[in-house]
């Protein structure tokens, strides 16, 4: 059994009232992450025909569509009543409340006006982007357990770890595993399959499926939100969220074996 370190949310005080986040730092190494794979990828993988000018495009389009399709998506589909009846709420970004599918909309949003700047098909856009983005996905979770947020369930036993900030029982590190699944192990296995080209889709239909089976799997360790619970099926809204992922994707691979999208 562990104790949770209750880690300070601040990295560096600046000032009495200002200060650098653990969670801000952590969307910064995503997106150097980003730009650091990305350069190696357009030196080891001609086949998808970007430059440097294109990594950086699609890096700014990426993070708006990261941070406003996350802040909105939050209010759609996590505290759409509280959103509704006070609607400026939704620009405190600073408060917290951040979606993950929301964001990932988001980006295909901006992903499509990147598009138009810059004419590569959509898809392979997207071909391109999908194991870029694990790495920032793995060091977000670090960011939430520093803050000691979304934590897990009762593990029902002497295994687990306290977050004193909420009881005393056991609970599943569940950041701790999103950043092994969705972090790590996600990252290595479509860095290992995007060695070598593929048919237009396949690589984003694997991000697809992945990440759904993965944030599906661990919800099931997660503590759902105390103003949603569980929903349909005893399933939390993250689950019902990354089922049309999961259904997406292997549709897709499908079709790109097929060669559908060429």
Excluded: C
Excluded at 48 to 75: E, K, P, S, T
Excluded at 129 to 141: D, E, F, Y
Excluded at 157 to 167: C, L, N, T
Aim: proline fraction near 5%; aromatic fraction near 18%.
């Amino acid at each position: 059994m562990f104790t949770h370190p209750q880690f300070d949310p601040v990295a560096i005080h600046i000032t009495e009232k200002f200060g650098i986040h653990w969670y801000g730092l952590m969307y910064l190494t995503g997106f150097l992450a980003f730009l650091l794979l990305g350069r190696h990828q357009i030196k080891s993988k001609p086949w998808f025909n970007w430059n440097y000018q294109m990594l950086d495009d699609a890096l700014f389009y990426g993070a708006l569509g990261v941070i406003l399709g996350g802040r909105l998506g939050y209010a759609l589909f996590y505290q759409f009543s509280h959103f509704i009846a006070q609607p400026l709420e939704i620009v405190k970004v600073w408060q917290g409340g951040m979606s993950f599918h929301g964001g990932f909309l988001g980006v295909l949003v901006a992903m499509y006006f990147f598009h138009k700047k810059h004419p590569h098909p959509w898809l392979t856009i997207m071909d391109f982007i999908a194991p870029l983005v694990p790495i920032g996905l793995g060091a977000g979770r670090i960011g939430n357990f520093i803050n000691g947020e979304l934590w897990g369930r009762p593990t029902n036993s002497e295994y687990g770890m306290i977050f004193p900030q909420v009881d005393l029982i056991p609970r599943h590190p569940s950041q701790l595993y999103e950043f092994a699944l969705e972090g790590l192990l996600m990252f290595s296995i479509l860095w290992w399959f995007s060695r070598k080209q593929r048919s237009v889709g396949s690589i984003s239909a694997l991000f697809l499926i992945l990440y759904g089976t993965f944030r599906f799997t661990v919800e099931f360790t997660r503590q759902p939100d105390d103003f949603l619970g569980l929903l349909e099926l005893g399933l939390s809204m993250g689950q019902w969220l990354s089922l049309p992922m999961i259904v997406a994707g292997i549709w897709m691979y499908w079709a790109a074996q097929k060669k559908l999208f060429n």
